[in-house]
């Protein structure tokens, strides 16, 4: 597995490839590698000649008081746990090599990006979408392998590509689950282990809600409150819950079939988000 840190030698290295007629696929990630993110690798095996996995904690992406510093960082395991996974080229720059110190562009999609979790942490899906575009106009990936967790991140992201025409393949890999049904992501390590048996909740107030949908039951807005109810007496902040249109991710309405239940809470210091999407 090639590593390294300055876009100069990503360039080179993927400059060859390309002569050779080999595809390209990027896994863009923050590290701390969980089997999620194992999975999105996988994935990128299968659909390219050639697998770049990127590990980056953005700094734009977290505002004031988040958990930027504290974001787990754990480089050594991660590039066994890639190399062993047969990854070609492991790009993990600094954050001076990613942004120029006067940098005045920001790629934004307007509207999505202040809705749900965006409401909540204002500038987040600004610092996501200009990364990616980052990336994506450094690797010029054929495809890019995201998780389907993030939801709203993948449609930001999918419209940031559609509405600037950079032409990659974006794909959506399914949420890999603990067996309590919690979706694996790098903070459930903020979790105490009263909190993690807690923490399943999240997924089991969607699963409710879902039922109740596919059982008929059409007014959205006392799903929701339901939901945010269970979720308060389970012992959750909840920041959102909302039943939307798969698609475009606006809220539902009866008539609509394709859609995306959206959750977000807070667990003592640790906020968590999850969502299920179905079709009915
Ligand atoms: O999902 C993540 O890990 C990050 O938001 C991403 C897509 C790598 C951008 O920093």
Redesign the pocket.
Known sequence: MHKVNKVSDLRTIIRAWRSAGQSIALV???GNLHAGHLCLVTEAKKKADRVVV?I?V?PT?FGAGEDFESYPRTEYEDQTALNELGTDLLFQPEVSELYESDAKTVVSVLELSKRYCGASRPGHFD??AT??CKLFNMVQPDVAV??LK?FQ?LTV?RTMARDLNIPVDIIGVETVREQSGLAMSSRNGYLTTEEKIVAAKLYQSLSIARDCILAGQLSFQEIECNALLFLRESGFKPDYFNVCRSGDMQSAIETDKDLVLLAAARLGKTRLIDNIYFSR
Do not use: L
């Open positions: 863009p990630t923050m990127s980056f953005n992406q610092g996501v990364v990616v995201f998780g993030d991140q992201i």
